[in-house]
């Protein structure tokens, strides 16, 4: 399968710990990397090859893999971080990138 | 200032064709792999295509293939995506990415997006 699925929505309450899951096959193979879009704006990315941040990006984003699995944790959610997060990786014949569903994560 | 923007969306109708830019600014566009994504109002991001340096190789998502073509004029700085046999379904937001790469390596993410530009494909 080409697909990555994640979860529609979580919530946090602030300054506790969320995480953020995306199964796929091609996960397996390829790492994903994770972005965040809040409204109207572009995506950004936050994570990329499994568990980097782009510089900028604050450490309390960070990333992880396991299987089929790949997962964003949020340590210590702030208000800034509600936003919608999609990973993405290449998919299963190398060639094509695929993104995951997306999930809304909301900071109670 | 290191950007992208992208340029040419607008209303056309079914059928019809529709040229996007993308210009880079505050880096050599050449260096790197791009890629074209788009996003339909409220939805999830979909990966349409991508070239490389070159322009030697192209991919392309099943929903575009052979209706998009994706090349790039690196003297230009500049990355272009011709969609043609436009369909309603193709009604999004389109954004030019830039493959993300530090100093010592590339990888598999997107490092830098446009703004967008709306394409909506309406009779």
């Known amino acids: 399968s080409s697909e990555l699925t994640q979860d529609p929505a979580v919530s946090v309450a602030l300054g506790q710990t969320v995480r953020i899951t995306c199964q796929g096959d091609?996960?397996?193979?390829?790492?994903a990397s994770w972005y965040q879009q809040k409204p109207g704006q572009a995506p950004v990315l936050v994570i990329y090859?499994?568990?980097n941040r782009p510089s900028g990006i604050p450490d309390r984003f960070s990333g992880s893999s396991s299987g089929n699995t790949a997962s964003l944790t949020i340590t210590g959610a702030q208000a800034e971080d509600e936003a919608d997060y999609y990973c993405?990786?290449?998919?299963?014949?190398?060639?094509?990138?695929?993104f995951g569903t997306g999930t809304k994560v909301t900071v109670l | 200032q290191v950007q992208l923007v992208e340029s040419g969306g607008g209303l056309v109708k079914p059928g019809r064709s529709l040229k996007l830019s993308c210009a880079a600014s505050?880096?050599?566009?050449?260096?790197?792999?791009m890629s074209w994504i788009r996003q339909v109002p409220g939805k999830g991001l979909e990966w349409i295509s991508y070239?490389?340096?070159?322009?030697?190789?192209?991919y392309y998502a099943d929903s575009v293939k052979g209706r998009f073509t994706i090349s790039r004029d690196n003297a230009k700085n500049s990355l272009y995506l011709q969609m043609n046999s436009l369909r309603a379904d193709d009604t999004a937001v389109y954004y030019c990415?830039?493959?993300?790469?530090?100093?010592?390596?590339?990888?598999?993410?997107?490092?830098?997006w446009g703004q967008g530009t709306m394409v909506t494909v309406s009779s």
């Open positions: 090859a499994k568990n």
């Open positions: 070239i490389s340096t070159s322009g030697s190789s192209k």
């Open positions: 993405d990786s290449r998919d299963s014949s190398g060639n094509h990138y695929v």
């Open positions: 091609s996960l397996r193979t390829y790492y």
């Open positions: 990415a830039r493959r993300h790469c530090t100093s010592t390596s590339c990888y598999d993410a997107f490092g830098l």
């Open positions: 505050g880096f050599t566009l050449s260096n790197y792999y």
